[in-house]
């Protein structure tokens, strides 16, 4: 058991090297190679870990999905008293990596949707990745529709709020918007959900 603890600690190492070579030099440029002497682990070690660079890119934007999805879970969580109209103000601006501490979790993740289209399996991976954030956003709106009578389609309202923060993250990274436009973009999108919800206005998402 502790060799597996150690197996997919190490596994998690290589995808942060992984993202940062990502970051800098895009995926095409990275090498198994390259990634072990950022990892500060021998290239037997990945290799043992991932049979080959595509394997091992699968596994970096996992892993990115995963952080990306659980960070809004844990704001969540963090303020289990607010009400589901803040919270789901809350998930999408962790979503849409808006803020200056996640620039480089976007250039990342923006880097892997670019490769995504002409890789079907990373296609496929990132498909699982926003069906998971989806399916979040999905569960907030039905939450702060409360009446079903009341609530439009949580999964459709899910797609077009989801579709809505990856753009923000795209015109942030290349300076079409400034964080501050794209906030507002964002919470004039959710007052005007919030509206067909008939609840009201929602708390601002800071």
């Not at 990115?64 to 303020?79: H, M």
């Not at 849409?96 to 996640?102: Q, S, T, Y």
Request: charged share 25%.
């Amino acid at each position: 058991m502790p060799k597996q603890v150690d197996y997919e600690s190490r596994r998690r190492r290589i995808a942060e090297a992984v993202c940062l070579l990502v970051d800098e030099h895009g995926p095409e440029a990275v090498t198994m190679r390259d990634v072990a002497t950022r990892a500060e682990v021998s290239l037997g070690a990945v290799q043992r870990c991932f049979r080959t660079k595509e394997e091992m890119l699968l596994f970096a934007v996992d892993h990115v999905g995963e952080r990306i999805t659980e960070r809004a879970r844990a704001r969540l969580a963090g303020s289990p008293a607010q009400s589901a109209a803040s919270a789901l103000g809350h998930a999408a601006t962790e979503v849409a990596l808006l803020r200056r501490e996640h620039r480089a979790e976007a250039r990342v993740w923006l880097a892997f949707v670019a490769r995504a289209a002409v890789s079907e399996p990373l296609a496929a991976k990132l498909r699982t990745s926003y069906a998971a954030l989806q399916d979040l956003l999905s569960r907030l709106i039905a939450e702060a529709g409360g009446d079903a009578a009341l609530t439009p389609d949580p999964q459709r309202e899910a797609r077009s709020l989801l579709a809505l923060t990856d753009g923000l993250t795209s015109h942030v990274l290349i300076g079409h918007l400034t964080t501050e436009e794209a906030e507002e973009t964002l919470h004039t999108h959710l007052a005007r959900l919030w509206e067909r919800l008939h609840t009201g206005p929602p708390g601002n998402a800071d």
